[in-house]
């Protein structure tokens, strides 16, 4: 009897403990490691427990989680873009080839107008044609990247419309505090692509149609119509973050789009986005950036490379996905 009861008087207090942890919100775990990992940096250099360091921190996760948007809206339902860093390589310097020519604010319009196009011929050819997003995407990269070496010449770009500079880069005084402007940029669109996901139809069915496809098509709802314009949409956002690399780091280059291959997988992944589809936010992946940020931050004062990022980066993605694997098969 004395050996079952602590059993049983245990049992009540796992189950409140499983119901809270299930109360929390998804996307509130990332900003606590983020919180965690940040506290351990203050530990490790007292320097990086300030202010500066935070901001410094969360304009890097920002410009990420801004490359990272589009991809949300893909994995929600189901699939995956591998086509964002060419896009976002294509997207730039198209923003400053045209910003010559028909001028910035059409240069602009128009290089996210090319990432919706990229984005429906992804979902036309994954719909209508059957092939498999990671293929589709994949391919669709490596056009862009062909694109890209064949059509623009990097060494005559480099005249930076003011306007770009003046929303990414330049500083605005808050409380005494200068903070980037593409803080404040990224914030608006959170704000704005999370009203999408929560408060319209279209936002809604993206759900259902990463969870439960044949379902959704026997309930009525235009399956291939919702997913082409969920990666329309991804491939808009890759291309306006094509902008904001150019307008915030002073420069376009052909490869600059590469390390927002697997980091935007991972800030989604990592943000509480299921892989298999059906669950994610935009407020999630900022939360998941804001960690990869803080984790690149260590791995800068660790003098560890870009190359040990990106391995860490991929380390985080397996075991984020295996979990998920783990308790979808449960």
Known sequence: MSAVAPTAERAPAERGVRALVRSVPQSAWPVAVFVILFLLGGLIRPALLSVDSLIGTATFAMILAV???????????????????????????????????????????????SGVVIGVLNGLIVTK???????????????????????????????????????????????GIAVPAVLLLGLVLLVMLQLVLAYTG?????????SAADTARLAGLPVDRIRIVGFALSGALAALAGTVVVGFYGQALANMGDP?????????????????????????????????????????????????????YGAIVLVVVALYGRRSAA
Not at 148 to 171: C, D, G, M, R, Y
Not at 202 to 210: I, K, Y
């Open 202 to 210: 279209w936002g809604r069915s993206l759900f259902v149609v990463g």
């Open 67 to 113: 490359a990272s948007f589009g991809q949300t809206f893909a994995v929600i339902q189901g699939a995956i873009d591998l086509s964002v860093p060419n896009t976002i390589s294509f997207a730039g310097l198209s923003f400053l080839t045209w910003s010559g020519t028909i001028g910035p604010v059409a240069g602009f319009v128009a290089a996210v107008l």
């Open 129 to 175: 044609l059957g092939l498999t997003p990671i293929v589709t995407t994949i391919a669709m990269n490596g056009l862009l990247f062909g694109v890209v070496l064949l059509s623009f010449k990097n060494s005559e770009l480099t005249e930076i419309p003011a306007f770009i500079t003046a929303a990414t880069a330049n500083k605005v005084d808050i409380l």
């Open 260 to 312: 927002y291959l697997l980091g935007s997988v991972a800030a989604v992944v990592v943000g509480g986005a299921s892989i298999f589809g059906g669950r994610g936010s935009v407020v999630g992946t900022f939360g998941g950036a804001l960690v990869l940020g803080q984790v690149a931050t260590l791995v800068d004062v660790a003098n560890l490379g870009a190359n040990i990022q990106q391995l860490i």
